[in-house]
């Protein structure tokens, strides 16, 4: 049951080319960098990303982006990376926007044996209807676009009693090869617990993935985690990497404001 991995190169070993990766984080918080460092010190191309966004120019997934290794991206959010915007306009990118709360579902459907659902968030709009600009071509035309989805009606109730008919589009789960996660505490059964923002969308990338590869800031044994502690059970948790002390306080601040004192 020790599921602990002596390196994060070898926990990332097997990652080959074209894989699907669900990545934590949220901005710069609770990144796997880590494991997407020893991504970056491998040879995997093509490979499909699924995460809230792809972090900032030269950390998190921007790493991987600026090594041109990714090919496609699920995201609710491309701002703070201007690479990330320039492959997405010059046609090296394809790009799948999502609504961050739809993303957050089909991840976690992901994970709970759910194929679908549906969901009003993008009815009426090019999320359900098709046509969102999905790749462009090199000279700026739209090369592939999303195709339109299932919007079905269902009867809703309101708080007043009454209830009327409410469209819904249906969402596919989303299943990835490997899941990338950051947590604050981990035991070698794959229990994991996350440090309040930092949990974000690292419960649900743990559950997305068919192999889950976990950096933990602090390695305890079997046990020490209080049962009703744990964010995420080591059932769905394959691979453990303890941190250095030095990766441990390697963080970077997305946006740093100041003031006077």
Same mark, same amino acid.
């Given at each position: 049951m020790d599921k602990t991995v002596a390196s &994060? /190169?070898?926990?990332? +070993? /097997? %990652?080959?080319?074209?894989?699907? *990766?669900? $990545?934590?984080?949220?901005g710069l918080s609770g990144v796997p960098i880590v494991l997407i460092d020893a991504i970056s010190r491998g040879s995997a191309t093509g490979l499909h990303v699924a995460s809230n966004n792809c972090g900032t120019d030269g950390w998190? *997934?921007? %790493?991987? *982006?600026?090594?041109? !290794? =990714? /090919? !496609?991206?699920?995201a609710s959010y491309i701002g703070e990376n201007k690479e990330f915007g320039r492959q997405y306009l010059a046609g090296e990118l394809e790009v799948e926007l999502t609504p961050q709360g739809t993303l &957050?579902?089909? *991840?976690?459907? +992901?994970?709970s044996g =759910?194929?679908?659902?549906?969901?009003?968030?993008?009815?009426?709009?090019?999320? &359900?209807?098709?046509?969102?600009?999905?790749?462009?071509?090199p000279d700026g035309s739209v090369a592939v676009t999303s195709p339109p989805k299932e919007v079905r009606e269902f009867e809703v109730r309101r708080d007043d009693g009454t209830s009327e008919r409410v469209p819904f589009v249906l969402e596919l789960s989303l299943v990835c090869d490997f899941g990338l996660v950051r947590a604050a505490k981990g035991d070698r059964h794959g229990n994991l617990v996350f440090h309040r923002s930092a949990r974000n969308f690292n419960p649900l990338a743990a559950m997305a993935g068919r192999t889950t590869i976990?950096?933990?800031?602090?390695?305890?044994?079997?046990?020490?985690? /209080?049962?009703?502690?744990?964010?995420?059970?080591? %059932?769905? $948790?394959?691979?453990?990497?303890e941190l250095t002390a030095e990766q441990v306080t390697t963080k970077h601040i997305e946006k740093r404001t100041t003031r006077e004192a």
């Open positions: &994060a /190169d070898e926990a990332v +070993a /097997d %990652i080959a080319d074209g894989a699907s *990766l669900a $990545v934590g984080g949220f998190g *997934l921007g %790493i991987l *982006l600026e090594q041109h !290794r =990714i /090919d !496609r991206v699920v &957050a579902e089909r *991840l976690r459907a +992901a994970g =759910i194929p679908a659902f549906y969901t009003p968030a993008g009815v009426g709009t090019w999320v &359900a209807d098709g046509e969102m600009p999905w790749r462009y071509a976990a950096e933990v800031e602090q390695l305890v044994e079997p046990g020490e985690i /209080d049962p009703d502690e744990v964010h995420v059970p080591g %059932i769905f $948790v394959h691979r453990v990497v």
